[in-house]
């Protein structure tokens, strides 16, 4: 795992343990903005090794996708790479 990736999600991990939410005890527009980017981080493996090893955080990222604004406004997939013809 990236020391980074593992480094950032640690300090959400250890945020969001204060207070359930990223900033305080309340959904605000901060949870709205790091939702979208933790849904694409989970998508690697990398990201997914290191949101599972944050307790908080994966309680954080299900407990907020499943609201159901987050169900009507799910991100789009991600595109699919294309391989390199030489």
């Known amino acids: 795992m990236a020391p980074a990736l593992a480094d950032e999600i640690g300090l959400i991990d250890r945020t969001v343990a204060k207070g359930g939410y990223l900033a305080g005890d309340g959904f605000t527009y901060a949870d709205i903005n790091l939702i979208p980017i933790l849904y694409y981080v989970r998508k690697f493996p990398e990201g997914a090794a290191a949101m599972a090893a944050g307790k908080a955080v ?3 990222y299900d407990r907020l996708a499943a609201r159901d604004s987050f169900s009507k406004t799910t991100p789009p997939p991600m ?3 294309q391989a390199k013809v030489s």
């Open 58 to 60: 994966s309680g954080y």
């Open 79 to 81: 595109p699919q790479q």
